[in-house]
């Protein structure tokens, strides 16, 4: 006997993280006993918290409310009947996995019929556990074989100030990145709340429905679509069991695995360093016992005050180099301006298709791929465009930069304002954006509220609105006549690039004749 709890079995429930032993494969390693009056199989609640536990089985015993007389009078119960019931695995459909798409569905158990006291107590327990974890590690070894992406289950949380259009188009983003970042999403969780729960962001009963689901699917990952407390994502994982992250963890992922150039690991690390400094596990300064004072003294650092002090170090020598970085860009740019080459930099949101309209415009052969954030390194080229008053050949450099998402994490703004500079140093902009993206209006406005933030006001700007071959006439209709002034293009197919190099010559010189 582990443990006594008065109350139902999910009232009793122990979190997942202080189970003796916990995986996809195996069950839990305890047995539940739990007592009843009414004579009626476990009910709905019983069975969920025998899940989100994967106890190895529930057994409920329906006690009768008269029963044998003590010795000194009071009536005690007797055992009526019995009910056994344990997890099965979790059958797959090898072509479709439609289940996953769908609501959630129910957790696969088996309840046995009711039973006697006798029948129960001649089971062999040590033999049926012992067969259902065979099946789990087969199911479970399964799964492993056919991906070994993360399977991971998202959260949203819609509160009263974000639009129902808004919320989902965040969450389609979401899957996106984790897509993008090497994961697969099964199943997407949704709440409606006027504010984030301070602890857990969700309300209970949906903090034990993501739970369930986990259990459900064998998700490895919980991505929420907002930035997490550190004292959050640590309710969270123990009321879970699962990893827990927000959508600026799954970003920061995107860019280690995107970042090629030196400059580029160097600003992903510094970014990582800086998100995950005030993340570290403990008491934060107040474990420091080095201070001066009364109760500041002690014998030494403690093993969280050891590894905040050389993340610090760490943080500031990539400050450093990244410093020196942004001065020898600067170094590069204020060359450019005394050859007197124009310089137009390429902006907009993420694969909206800048690189691939950089590539068509000067010959390139930069990588392109149809995901977020495909590359991070600012590239420069030259590109010939006809002088606007003259006609003549005027050669440019067209740059392009790092792409923008909504809500952009502060951690990677600072960390790649080197990469930045070349936005607001740069004579004119060409806003590149994706006309077939269901979102375009709402992606314009994000890039120009990231624009405003920039300490420096950048040029004056070309909105471009790509990939047209794959917007219906409606929709063209509509963005010609919201934007009179922008260029229509397709870099893929290219179309309405000849138009598009007059108009950034009429750019530049505009630029150059108000500088």
Do not use: W
């Given at each position: 006997m582990i443990r006594v709890g008065v109350g139902s079995p999910r009232q009793t429930r122990i979190p997942p993280l202080e189970l003796p032993r916990y995986g996809n494969g195996r069950l839990s390693g305890i047995r539940c006993i739990a007592t009843q009056s009414k004579s009626e199989p476990p009910r709905e609640s019983a069975l969920t918290a025998m899940a989100?536990?994967?106890?190895?089985?529930?057994?409920?015993?329906?006690?009768?409310?008269?029963?044998?007389?003590?010795?000194?009078?009071?009536?005690?119960?007797?055992?009526k009947?019995?009910?056994?019931?344990?997890?099965?695995?979790?059958?797959?459909?090898?072509?479709?996995?439609?289940?996953?798409?769908?609501?959630?569905?129910?957790?696969?158990?088996?309840?046995?019929?009711?039973?006697?006291?006798?029948?129960?107590?001649?089971?062999?327990?040590?033999?049926?556990?012992?067969?259902?974890?065979?099946?789990?590690?087969?199911?479970?070894?399964?799964?492993?074989?056919?991906?070994?992406?993360?399977?991971v289950l998202l959260v949203g949380v819609q509160t009263a100030d974000v639009s129902s259009q808004r919320f989902e188009e965040g969450l389609e983003e979401l899957a996106r990145l984790v897509d993008t970042a090497g994961g697969r999403v099964l199943q997407t969780l949704r709440q409606k709340r006027s504010r984030p729960h301070p602890q857990t962001v969700v309300g209970e009963?949906?903090?034990?429905?993501?739970?369930?689901?986990?259990?459900?699917?064998?998700?490895?990952?919980?991505?929420?679509?907002?930035?997490?407390?550190?004292?959050?994502?640590?309710?969270?994982?123990?009321?879970?069991?699962?990893?827990?992250?927000?959508?600026?963890?799954?970003?920061?992922?995107?860019?280690?695995?995107?970042?090629?150039?030196?400059?580029?690991?160097?600003?992903?690390?510094l970014a990582q360093l800086e998100y995950s400094l005030p993340r570290l596990t403990g008491r934060g300064e107040a474990m420091s016992r080095l201070g001066g004072g009364i109760g500041t003294r002690g014998?030494?650092?403690?093993?969280?005050?050891?590894?905040?002090?050389?993340?610090?170090?760490?943080?500031?020598?990539?400050?450093?180099?990244?410093?020196?970085?942004?001065?020898?860009?600067?170094?590069?740019?204020?060359?450019?301006?005394?050859?007197?080459?124009?310089?137009?930099?390429?902006?907009?949101?993420?694969?909206?298709?800048?690189?691939?309209?950089?590539?068509?415009?000067?010959?390139?052969?930069?990588?392109t791929a149809d995901q977020l954030f495909a590359t991070l390194d600012p590239t420069t080229r030259r590109l010939t465009i006809p002088d606007a008053?003259?006609?003549?050949?005027?050669?440019?450099v067209l740059t392009?930069?790092?792409?923008?998402?909504?809500?952009?994490?502060?951690?990677?703004?600072?960390?790649?304002?080197?990469?930045?500079?070349?936005?607001?140093?740069?004579?004119?902009?060409?806003?590149?954006?994706?006309?077939?993206?269901?979102?375009w209006q709402a992606q314009i406005r994000s890039v120009m509220e990231i624009l405003t933030q920039m300490p420096i006001t950048p040029g004056p700007a070309l909105l471009a609105f790509n990939k047209i071959d794959r917007v219906d006439g409606e929709t063209l209709r509509f963005a010609q006549e919201e934007y009179p002034q922008a260029v229509f293009i397709s870099a893929a197919k290219a179309l309405g690039l000849e138009t598009l190099r007059g108009r950034m010559a009429q750019l530049v010189y505009y630029a150059i004749a108000n500088s």
């Open positions: 989100m536990q994967r106890l190895d089985v529930l057994a409920i015993l329906t006690l009768t409310g008269t029963g044998f007389e003590r010795r000194g009078g009071g009536g005690t119960g007797y055992v009947d019995c009910y056994l019931a344990h997890l099965l695995p979790q059958q797959e459909d090898e072509e479709n996995e439609t289940h996953l798409d769908n609501p959630l569905s129910p957790v696969p158990y088996y309840v046995s019929p009711s039973t006697s006291l006798d029948v129960l107590s001649n089971q062999d327990f040590l033999d049926l556990v012992d067969g259902l974890e065979a099946e789990f590690q087969r199911e479970f070894v399964a799964r492993d074989v056919k991906s070994d992406q993360d399977r009963g949906k903090t034990q429905e993501i739970a369930l689901a986990a259990q459900t699917f064998g998700a490895t990952l919980i991505v929420f679509d907002r930035d997490l407390s550190p004292a959050q994502v640590r309710n969270l994982e123990t009321r879970i069991g699962v990893r827990v992250v927000d959508r600026t963890e799954v970003i920061l992922d995107i860019f280690a695995q995107r970042a090629q150039s030196g400059a580029g690991k160097l600003q992903v690390e014998p030494g650092e403690t093993k969280l005050e050891t590894e905040r002090r050389a993340i610090q170090r760490r943080i500031a020598r990539l400050q450093k180099e990244v410093n020196q970085l942004q001065a020898h860009r600067s170094r590069l740019r204020q060359r450019r301006q005394r050859q007197e080459v124009p310089t137009v930099a390429i902006v907009g949101y993420t694969n909206a298709g800048k690189s691939t309209l950089l590539n068509v415009l000067t010959s390139s052969e930069i990588y008053v003259t006609g003549e050949a005027q050669t440019i392009d930069t790092v792409g923008f998402i909504h809500e952009l994490p502060p951690a990677l703004i600072d960390a790649f304002r080197a990469t930045l500079e070349e936005v607001t140093d740069a004579d004119a902009l060409l806003h590149v954006v994706d006309l077939s993206h269901p979102a």
